[in-house]
């Protein structure tokens, strides 16, 4: 059995990595250290590889930790009110952990991020490329949700800037969540729950409906859509589906071959696709008069995908019988009395609304969903910081090599991160051909390329010159050395 983890001792007995560290500035400069659907949809525009098994996990907790540096000199900076089971990992890691409860001014985030190896956002905190810009020492971004529109991701990966998300984990919250809006809408509860808190009596039941016979479509069939057809056919419910492709149906669901064709057919419409230029306003006025009259509108991916003012339109005409929208163009930062004209002009005609329900994104905040993202995304980082793996990053090349044993103490992982032109794996390989290169792997997504190489049977010395050499590169981004 693998012994416990240990550090490389240098030729004088000092500690190697320190002793690297030190010299290199390896533990403090990240510049001189190295969506969304299932994988057949392309709404996301990226496949994902499946998570490491049970298995693959148990021989991580023998293998060898990477960590060319001390551990608590890594600074990691979590906004947003990252769950628990987030902090906790990287905290058992004896990381440096900052945690806020909300997003911060840009201003306040810039002159944090200057000092910080790793952050940690939700949806609400932005890292444009101006924010970007002066974290010098950030290596990786966690996205403690599904979508990362709010990070600039090329400009990220120019820059060696590794972002993971957690694309499924909210899933099934969000899918209970839009099936409590459609019972919710079709039996009118929000407005007779409203009449009762002001003491009105109203027992109604026209326009009230059963779920049972009805048609739901559902725009986007990834992990959340997919999901969720499951749910609506247990409750008796027919469903259609439209995706940008061809994708094997769940149950009795069936794919329609156009938008309109879903709009035409549909009692309830529900909205599960990413934010893209192809989704902008992609449920505007042309397409809600395809939708049947009294029929429902539902949206909880992405603010930017319904056109609410055409919405409201359609409501007040009587042409959309209820909705249920869980995201907007522009969101607060924070909680508090904010969802008014002055955030979004067109809030509080869309309040006045009768038999439509707004929440303040919600669909993932559950407790289960909060926890798995933690999980899930401190993993990856944890992954990133320690080995240089790249699986499910959304804007690298996904390479990763079998981990180091504690056996193979004089071993390193090299990291370079390199331009996409001709000629770089032969420059590479140079500086490399005199050692022995027990594994390699590259690969390449648009202009960033990602290489990984263990290499056994070096000495401290040999680090420093391997490191300097891939430094002097001229296709550099970042370069990172692992032991």
Known sequence: MASSAR??????GSVLGREVSNSLGLSNSPSITFGSPPPVSSWSGALRRASASTTQ????ALAKQLKPFATEDIKILLLENVNK???DGLEKQGYQVEFHRASLPEEELIAKIRDVHVIGIRSKTKLTERVLKEAKNLIVIGCFCIGTNQVDLQYAAQQGIAVFNSPFSNSRSVAELIIGEVISLARQL???SNEMHRGVWNKVSNGCWELRGKTLGIIGYGHIGSQLSVLAEAMGMTVIFYDVINLMALGSSRQVPTLKALLEQADFVTCHVPELPETMNMIGTKEMEHMKKGSYLLNASRGSVVDIPALIDAMRAGKIAGAALDVYPSEPAGNGEYFKNDLNKWAEDLRGLKNIILTP??????EEAQSAIGTEVSDALIRYVNEGVTIGSVNMPE????SLTIDESNHVRVIYIHQNVPGVLRKVNEVLGDHNV???MTDSRGDVAYLMADISNVNNTQIKELWTSLETLRSKIRTRVLY
């Open 190 to 192: 929000g407005d007779r």
């Open 57 to 60: 996990g148990q021989a991580r």
């Open 438 to 440: 027990d594994k390699q």
């Open 361 to 366: 994104h919600i669909g993932g905040s559950t």
């Open 7 to 12: 550090d490389i001792k240098g030729a004088n």
């Open 399 to 402: 390479v990763t090599l079998r």
């Open 85 to 87: 089971t987030g902090r």
